[in-house]
Nanobody, 132 residues
């Protein structure tokens, strides 16, 4: 399985970026897919996720500003980021993990937790820098 992110860059505070993640080599019937971010010295943080039942979750700090979506083929994940602030500066990663159960049976924030992707796959990341 291979995940490749793109779309990162440098923007001013208040600007927008759209991240893309294209996956290849897998077809999961039950899965989580998500966007995560990490800054040096801090743990990887779940930003937005979607599961095979279509449940979408966001971390509180991005609600109302970020929108996660999938392409029709379900192997592409997007993250539209609006009203960016310097606090959004981070390396952004895409991840996917197959599930052994229906995603709807899992806890509400299961797909937003990075630790739950240990048996899955991660992209190499794309850097987002927001200046004030």
């Amino acid at each position: 399985v291979r995940l490749v992110e793109s779309g990162g860059g440098s923007v001013r505070s208040g600007g927008s970026l759209r991240l893309s993640c294209v996956g290849s080599g897998y077809t999961y019937s039950s899965y989580c897919m998500g966007w995560f971010r990490q800054v040096p010295g801090k743990e990887r943080e779940g930003v937005a996720s979607i599961d095979s039942d279509g449940r979408i979750r966001y971390t509180d700090s991005v609600k109302g500003r970020f929108t996660v979506s999938q392409g029709n083929a379900k192997n592409t994940l997007y993250l539209q980021m609006n009203s960016l602030t310097p606090d959004d500066t981070a390396m952004y990663y895409c991840a996917a993990v197959p599930l052994g159960v229906a995603s709807a049976t899992l806890s509400d924030l299961y797909c937003l937790r990075a630790a739950n992707y240990d048996e899955g796959d991660w992209g190499k990341g794309t850097l987002v820098t927001v200046s004030s």
